[in-house]
Nanobody, 122 residues
Framework: QVQLVESGGGLVQAGGSLRLSCAVS????????MGWYRQTPGKQRELVAS???????NYVDSVKGRFTISRDNAKNMVYLQMNSLKSEDTAVYYC????????????????WGQGTQVTVSS
């Protein structure tokens, strides 16, 4: 079984920063793309940032220039550095990843961790 444990959330004032961490543990083969998602009550989960195994990154427009995703392949960790936080960034943040099963097929975990709450006050 693979576990996802998010941490680093908290309460921060607008303009502040937080660094989220996601630890992946359990029996896995090889991790492909990793990503951070966020969700607020009544809204669909949104992909915020992703990073491929080759290091290419993508961000949703609303966080571009403020958030930075990174990964440590040796530790099976993915991070999200969040700067210049805004009240609209308030959400529960989750991580997930696509796991390689062959040279041409990868699949995301069909479940989620508990997430970590980020609350930005203004």
């Amino acid at each position: 079984q693979v576990q996802l444990v998010e941490s680093g959330g908290g309460l921060v004032q607008a303009g502040g920063s937080l660094r989220l961490s996601c630890a992946v543990s359990g029996i896995i083969f090889r991790i492909n793309t990793m990503g951070w998602y966020r969700q607020t009550p009544g809204k669909q989960r949104e992909l915020v940032a992703s990073i491929t195994s080759g290091g290419s990154t993508n961000y949703v427009d609303s966080v571009k220039g403020r958030f930075t995703i990174s990964r440590d392949n040796a530790k099976n960790m993915v991070y999200l550095q969040m700067n210049s936080l805004k009240s609209e960034d308030t959400a529960v943040y989750y991580c997930n990843f696509a796991q390689w099963y062959s040279s041409t097929f990868s699949r995301a975990l069909p479940y989620w961790g508990q997430g970590t709450q980020v609350t930005v006050s203004s």
